[in-house]
């Protein structure tokens, strides 16, 4: 009986997840189509749900028009910020490796060979566990 119920529950469980999911909006489709493109689109689908005359739809084109610019513009705004914040993200990467790799040779010149290796190892499981913090501070940040 229990074999049963189990097995009808799998069958249950798998034959919902095999079900397609249709997308309301393909992606893909909207950006391939020109801000213009999109404005008349938007535009007629209005006219059909709010039965818009041609003067509302003339004042419409102009608003859809101004808002696409808008758009458009914090679009481009956008790129360039991220491409900023990136640039400045491998600059200071960059830097951090660089005191990394002169603090280590610091204490390779100091420091003797078994002295560096227990000072490699202890800075090793120091990060391990400053990595584990990180990921428990990330956890409880999306909870």
Do not use: Y
Not at 48 to 77: F, G, H, P, V
């Amino acid at each position: 009986m229990k074999n049963v119920c189990i097995v009808a529950l799998l069958v249950i469980g798998l034959s919902s997840f095999a079900q397609e999911r249709k997308e309301r909006h393909p992606k893909g489709e909207m950006e391939q189509m020109t801000p213009e493109q999109r404005n008349q689109l938007h535009l007629k689908k209005m006219t059909l749900d709010l039965d818009l005359n041609a003067k509302q739809q003339e004042q419409l084109t102009k608003i859809l028009a101004d808002q696409s610019a808008k758009r458009e513009a914090m679009k481009a705004e956008h790129k360039v910020k991220m491409e900023e914040a990136k640039a400045i993200r491998f600059e200071m990467k960059k830097k951090i490796l660089d005191e990394q790799i002169e603090m280590k040779n610091k204490m390779k010149s100091i420091l003797s060979a078994e002295q560096f290796a227990k000072w490699e190892m202890k800075k090793e499981k120091n990060n391990k566990r400053m990595g584990e913090g990180r990921k428990k501070h990330k956890e409880r940040l999306r909870d």
